[in-house]
């Protein structure tokens, strides 16, 4: 008698393989779906884009154009450029005295963040010391701490010690306002570095402070970059500190205090050239500095990601 052999059986039965190719239909489906979402992605970024970009443009329009051009036709580009409104802003409105004052005042906190920051995040990143955690969840936790809460007892404390209206003072407050979100972040860069290259150091002889300022330090440039520009927009933008603090010296206003003060006063006069010439003199090392370090900014926020 003859058997038949099933070929779906048995030694001779045939696998149908476990990923199939996809029809041509599910690809095109697939291929719509990834071209309708990259259509709708960019089209929220080009309105987000828009949404940033046309109001700036405006307020850079506006400085250069006299008070009827702004009235008259507001959104269309400066007859001639006006730099009248300019040299009133700069000097009738003291906007160039305040300028000095946020540029003395934000190099120095600045500077004292970075250091004290990268320093305090090594130290809890890369070694290990009963209250190691404690210390760093205690500079955490300064991040959820409202600046409005302290803004009495703050008064006070700068009262006693004698540090209203001064320099140092502002310095000192800035400082420890930026630490938290300073030591945060870089603590986090710090243990992304290997730690092969630090040993490797200390092998050869250097101490930790060498190690830290010459071989970790450097490595860490793109963290401090960003971690840098964050401060600096921050500090830079800063009204309510100032505010506070600064309440009896008219010559040691920063520019955000000089730009509200010049709104108040060009409101009451009418001199809105000058008030947008103010405006943009505020804006220009905000934008510059993210110009200039847009790139190490990018590579200081993904850089813990890829590695």
Do not use: C
């Not at 300028?99 to 305090?120: E, I, K, P, R, Y």
């Amino acid at each position: 008698m003859a058997v038949t052999t099933d070929p779906t059986e048995g030694d001779n039965a045939v696998t149908p393989p476990a990923d199939e190719p996809r029809t041509g239909a599910q690809r095109g489906r697939m291929g719509s779906e990834g071209t309708v979402l990259n259509v709708f992605s960019h089209g929220v970024l080009a309105l987000w884009a828009l949404m940033v970009t046309l109001p700036l443009l405006w307020a850079v329009m506006s400085a250069f154009k006299t008070d009827r051009e702004i009235f008259t036709s507001p959104w269309a580009l400066p007859g001639s450029l006006n730099f009248d409104s300019w040299s009133r802003a700069w000097s009738q409105a003291h906007m160039g005295e305040y300028f000095l004052n946020s540029v003395v005042v934000v190099a120095g906190s600045l500077f004292g963040t970075m250091l004290l920051g990268s320093m305090a995040a090594y130290v809890l990143a890369r070694f290990t010391f009963p209250g190691n955690r404690f210390l760093y969840f205690l500079f955490v936790g300064g991040m959820s701490f409202p600046v409005i809460l302290a803004l009495v007892p703050l008064f006070f404390v700068m009262k006693n010690m004698q540090l209203l209206d001064t320099y140092h003072g502002l310095i000192l407050v800035y400082i420890a306002y930026s630490l938290p979100f300073t030591i945060f972040f870089l603590s986090g860069f710090f243990r992304t570095l290997p730690s092969s290259v630090a040993e490797a150091a200390l092998i050869d002889g250097a101490s930790h402070t060498r190690t830290f300022f010459q071989v970790m330090l450097p490595m860490a440039k793109p963290g401090l970059i960003s971690v840098g520009i964050f401060n600096f927009l921050g500090q830079w933008n800063q009204y309510l500190l100032p505010t506070v603090l600064n309440v009896g010296d008219e010559d040691k206003k920063l520019l955000p205090q000089g730009l509200v003060a010049l709104a108040v006063s060009q409101g009451y006069k009418g001199d809105w050239s000058g008030l947008f010439a103010g405006l943009v003199m505020a804006m220009l090392p905000v934008l510059a500095a993210y110009i200039v370090f847009q790139r190490q900014v990018q590579a200081g926020l993904t850089a813990g990601a890829l590695k």
